[in-house]
C-alpha cells in the first residue's frame, strides 16, 4: 500500500509540479516524467533477479530507503526546483517504485499455504490499490507540494520500518526463514 500510495502520488503531482514550478509545457513534464517509469521498469526487473539472492526483507527494505531519499529530495526540489534535481529525483523515485515489488509479491504470496495465494494475491492487490487512491486523495486536499513531499518521505521510512518486520518462507537456500 505504502509503495504504490508513493508511486501515483509522484505520477500525479509531478505533471503539476514541474509545469508550475520549472514552467515546462505539458508536453515536456510528460517526456522527463518517463524518466520515472522508465528506471522502475529496469528496476523491477534488476529486482526480480536480485531477490533469490538477497531475499524479500532486504529488497523491500532497500526499496523503502530508496523511497526514503527520494522523499528528502522531492523536500529539497520543493525548495530548489531545478531540472537536474528533477530528473536524479525522478530516477531515485523509479528505482524505489520497481526494485522492491516483486518482492512484496512474493512475500505476500510466500507467507500463506498455496491454497491460499490466490486470495494472498487479491488481498495484495487490493491494499495497492488502496495506496493509489490514498494518494489521489490527498493530493487533493494537502496544499503545497513541500507538505506532501514531507507525507512521502514519511511513507518512505514507515515502509522500511514495517519492512524489517517481513517473515517469508524459504525459497531459496540464501532467502529469508520465516519463524
Known amino acids: 500500500m505504502l509503495s504504490n500510495f508513493v508511486m501515483y502520488a509522484i505520477l500525479l503531482i509531478m505533471p503539476l509540479f514541474m509545469e508550475q514550478q520549472l514552467a515546462l509545457s505539458h508536453t515536456q513534464s510528460?517526456?522527463?516524467?518517463?524518466?520515472?517509469?522508465?528506471?522502475?521498469?529496469?528496476?523491477?526487473?534488476?529486482?526480480?533477479?536480485?531477490?533469490?539472492?538477497?531475499?524479500?526483507?532486504?529488497?523491500?527494505?532497500?526499496?523503502?530507503?530508496?523511497?526514503?531519499?527520494?522523499?528528502?529530495?522531492?523536500?529539497?526540489?520543493s525548495q530548489f526546483p531545478t531540472l537536474p534535481l528533477l530528473i536524479v529525483t525522478l530516477v531515485a523515485g523509479g528505482i524505489s517504485s520497481g526494485i522492491g515489488m516483486t518482492s512484496m509479491q512474493m512475500a505476500s504470496l510466500t507467507s500463506v499455504d498455496q491454497n491460499l495465494s490466490g486470495s494472498?494475491?487479491?488481498?495484495?492487490?487490493?491494499?495497492?490499490y488502496f495506496g493509489s487512491i490514498i494518494s489521489s486523495t490527498l493530493i487533493g486536499i494537502m496544499s503545497g507540494f513541500q507538505s506532501l513531499f514531507i507525507v512521502l518521505m514519511g511513507a518512505g521510512i514507515l515502509g522500511f520500518l514495517l519492512s524489517q518486520r517481513v517473515k517469508t518462507k524459504s525459497t531459496s537456500p540464501s532467502s529469508e526463514h520465516s519463524a
Open 30 to 77: 510528460g517526456i522527463i516524467l518517463s524518466v520515472f517509469s522508465l528506471c522502475m521498469s529496469i528496476s523491477g526487473l534488476l529486482g526480480a533477479r536480485l531477490h533469490p539472492k538477497k531475499g524479500a526483507k532486504k529488497m523491500i527494505g532497500f526499496s523503502f530507503l530508496c523511497l526514503t531519499l527520494s522523499g528528502i529530495m522531492l523536500i529539497t526540489l
Open 120 to 128: 494472498a494475491s487479491g488481498i495484495f492487490s487490493t491494499f495497492r
